[in-house]
């Protein structure tokens, strides 16, 4: 098979796949919850055939010529088939985890359908090489977290997802605007002719300036990183879905596709970009520290984190670029382990608020351990990943002549270490609530009933947190990976 045919399949087998499921479903729930997972296992397998030759150098491409320059064009070079193979790998864990978690919820043959479609789209942007593909796929994705986020369909939750919807929708009319003013300076809409027709730092400011409102809408960046928190009255994989594995990650990664490997944008607007994710960093820091609901702190808490993924990506340099990609890996399976954590908590306590809870580390060992190591990667501790990715993030952001940045956003990580060891404390350490709360009455639960290892949800916040571990003891390894892509993306 070709590797253009395979490239092909990665993006539409998903998508057209996640349409069989409800026809699927309607004959039997198990067959339709395995043929979901297989999907998704089917692309990983798919990344993972090309994944040599793209790693070793040979950038697969697929073109097909339209009118007017909407140009079909896909492109896996090292950080796009980087990028799909964490998302894919994640968003499969956070599949197996559902087939536990929302087993007793209706609408389950459109949940499966929408992560499918979801994950798919992601697919189409992480490949798209033409501004117009990236957008249609931009709004797959709007589409598939609306229908997600209020997937219990109570009025306050389908509230909030209109409210997701409308900032991300509008974030993307502005995008789109800011790519038909790009496309007018450029004269395509594809990026290999941006590339060339635009010189470093001369793209219309305007535009780039629409471009970014997407992107932060999407991102959750300051000022429009409230709808994320409000998204967590979605099933905890959803949550995690979209903190960790796919939604807000669209937005940092066009960020580093289009302005590291596109267009250059001037000094002025990367003044701008640092300002406005130093903001960020803070403010969702300081939101974490002070919130009670467990959900909210880790949206928050996945907010100030993606301010520092956007830091080496704005920094610009390949040392930078390469720390910010590995930043994603690891974010992506730490923070999916929390969010996952946070799902067994809530359904076996029946609350989110982190002060009616306290001593779980007893009854639900397995979720306590797998939150601390996913926490430990979160705040940058030796020797889970999140430490050597942090690590190398602020210091080539200093090496890049931002010292004063990296000194801001080491103020953030300190941030970072004060809210989750408040959350960890409150719901693992703390004595237990009172007599007859939700807590006692977990802890009144068999043990052996409550935390089997292999059932779905267990396994999965495990599984992850082994990741989060394994990452950091292999980092070397895989570092060099982030390294290529960075390499290939500055034509080095």
């Known amino acids: 098979?070709?590797?253009?045919?395979?490239?092909?399949?990665?993006?539409?087998?998903?998508?057209?796949?996640?349409?069989?499921?409800?026809?699927?479903?309607?004959?039997?729930?198990?067959?339709?919850?395995?043929?979901?997972?297989?999907?998704?296992?089917?692309?990983?397998?798919?990344?993972?055939?090309?994944?040599?030759?793209?790693?070793?150098?040979?950038?697969?491409?697929?073109?097909?010529?339209?009118?007017?320059?909407?140009?079909?064009?896909?492109?896996?070079?090292?950080?796009?088939?980087?990028?799909?193979?964490?998302?894919?790998?994640?968003?499969?864990?956070?599949?197996?985890?559902?087939?536990?978690?929302?087993?007793?919820?209706?609408?389950?043959?459109?949940?499966?359908?929408?992560?499918?479609?979801?994950?798919?789209?992601?697919?189409g942007i992480i490949f798209s090489a033409n501004l117009i593909l990236l957008y249609v796929f931009w709004e797959m994705t709007a589409l598939a977290s609306w229908r997600l986020i209020g997937f219990f369909r109570k009025d306050d939750y389908v509230r909030r997802a209109n409210k997701a919807f409308m900032v991300t929708a509008a974030g993307a009319f502005l995008m789109l605007i800011g790519f038909i003013m790009l496309a007018e300076q450029a004269g395509t809409f594809d990026f290999a002719g941006i590339r060339t027709a635009i010189p470093a730092g001369t793209a219309n400011n305007l535009a780039v300036i629409l471009i970014l409102c997407g992107i932060f809408a999407k991102s959750a960046t300051f000022p429009f990183h409230t709808w994320l928190a409000d998204a967590g009255v979605a099933p905890s994989p959803v949550t995690a879905l979209l903190h960790a594995a796919v939604l807000v990650k669209i937005g940092i990664y066009v960020y580093a596709r289009l302005f590291n490997g596109v267009i250059i944008p001037s000094p002025e607007i990367k003044t701008v970009v640092f300002l406005i994710i130093a903001v960020s960093a803070f403010v969702s820091g300081g939101a974490a520290l002070i919130e009670k609901d467990i959900k909210r702190i880790i949206a928050f808490s996945t907010v100030s984190q993606l301010a520092f993924m956007f830091l080496g990506f704005a920094a610009g340099t390949p040392a930078a670029f390469a720390a910010s990609a590995l930043f994603i890996l690891m974010h992506s399976t730490a923070k999916a382990g929390l969010f996952l954590s946070a799902g067994i908590i809530e359904h076996e306590t029946h609350t989110k608020d982190i002060n009616k809870m306290g001593g779980l580390a007893k009854i639900l060992p397995f979720t306590a351990v797998a939150f601390l190591l996913c926490m430990m990667s979160v705040i940058g501790i030796p020797p889970l990943g999140g430490f050597f990715s942090k690590f190398m993030l602020i210091s080539a952001t200093a090496s890049a002549g931002y010292g004063a940045v990296a000194f801001v956003f080491i103020a953030a990580a300190t941030l970072t270490l004060l809210y989750m060891v408040r959350i960890y404390y409150k719901v693992f350490l703390d004595r237990p609530y009172a007599k007859g709360s939700s807590t006692q009455g977990v802890l009144s639960m068999s043990l052996q009933n409550m935390q089997s290892f292999w059932k779905p949800m267990n396994f999965s916040v495990s599984l992850l947190a082994a990741v989060s571990l394994i990452c950091g003891l292999g980092f070397g390894w895989i570092s060099k990976f982030a390294e290529i892509a960075a390499k290939q993306m500055f034509g080095l």
Request: hydrophobic share 60%; proline share 4%.
């Open 1 to 123: 098979m070709q590797k253009e045919t395979i490239l092909i399949l990665i993006i539409l087998f998903p998508i057209l796949f996640s349409t069989f499921l409800p026809l699927i479903g309607a004959l039997s729930a198990k067959a339709r919850n395995i043929s979901a997972l297989a999907a998704a296992l089917i692309t990983l397998a798919l990344c993972l055939f090309i994944a040599p030759s793209v790693f070793s150098g040979q950038i697969t491409q697929f073109f097909f010529p339209l009118p007017m320059g909407f140009n079909i064009v896909f492109r896996a070079d090292a950080f796009a088939l980087f990028s799909a193979i964490v998302s894919v790998f994640v968003s499969s864990v956070i599949i197996f985890y559902s087939f536990e978690y929302i087993k007793e919820h209706k609408n389950q043959d459109e949940y499966y359908f929408m992560v499918l479609l979801f994950l798919g789209s992601m697919m």
